[in-house]
């Protein structure tokens, strides 16, 4: 069990431009989750994955966003067009289909100048 | 919908201190609660979690009771040490579903 596993670390991009990160999951697990963290608050959900269907999305997740797992295994969400306020830190989890616990990685922490 | 109000911080105790975070809850049915931990520069870790009422969740001397009754699922440590410094999320699940995370408590322990 490697943990889950986010790439790059760190992004620095200008406003206008195009990103993607990958997310890694634990391998055994079906369901990957990803959130967005702004500085000070709490982690807020975006979108998740059982295999390679998206179950659901949230509103926070605009028409500039797009996540894919194409093969139930890793995950990229890609932002288009990127503006100022996409600036976070964008987490991944991953669990069991049927369990609770989500196990994170590190993050991927977005500036946008 | 779902939410989770935590006391703000930031926390700051002297080493060996006791410690309490309160964390309250808003949910349909039956959710699990969790409290997890982020030390700088770190992701997510899972620190502990309780699934039905009356359980008590423990983990490296810290411990959390899901009381239904007050919707709440507070934090505490007998005696905390410096390496206790990170921020503490209370976080409910509802059905196995996304997390519903808390804003987060910043905790400083000084020697």
């Known amino acids: 069990d490697t943990g889950v596993s986010q790439n790059p670390r760190h992004k620095i991009t200008k406003r206008g431009q195009n990103v993607t990160f990958r997310c890694d999951p634990i391998s055994e697990h079906n369901r990957l989750y990803w959130y967005r963290q702004t500085l000070g608050q709490g982690p807020e959900f975006l979108t998740y994955?059982?295999?390679?269907?998206?179950?659901?999305k949230s509103r926070l997740l605009s028409d500039r966003f797009s996540a894919e797992r194409p093969k139930g295994s890793f995950s990229t969400l890609e932002i288009q067009r990127t503006e100022q306020g996409d600036s976070a830190m964008y987490l991944c989890?991953?669990?069991?289909?049927?369990?609770?616990?989500?196990?994170f990685g590190p993050g991927t922490r977005l500036l946008v100048l | 919908g779902d939410s989770v109000t935590q006391m703000e911080g930031p926390v700051t105790l002297s080493e060996e201190a006791f410690l309490t975070i309160n964390c309250t809850y808003t949910?349909?049915?039956?959710?699990?609660l969790f409290w997890y931990v982020q030390y700088p520069g770190e992701g997510l870790q899972l620190l502990l979690k309780a699934t039905k009422a009356d359980d008590k969740g423990s983990n490296k001397g810290f411990e959390a009771t899901y009381r239904k009754e007050t919707t709440s699922f507070h934090l505490e440590k007998g005696s905390v040490q410096v390496s206790d410094s990170a921020v503490y999320f209370c976080?409910?699940?509802?059905?196995?579903?996304?997390?519903?995370f808390g804003p987060g408590t910043r905790l400083s322990v000084l020697p």
């Open positions: 949910a349909t049915g039956y959710p699990s």
């Open positions: 976080a409910l699940n509802n059905y196995g579903q996304n997390f519903v």
């Open positions: 994955f059982q295999n390679e269907a998206q179950l659901e």
């Open positions: 989890a991953s669990s069991l289909t049927g369990r609770e616990t989500q196990y």
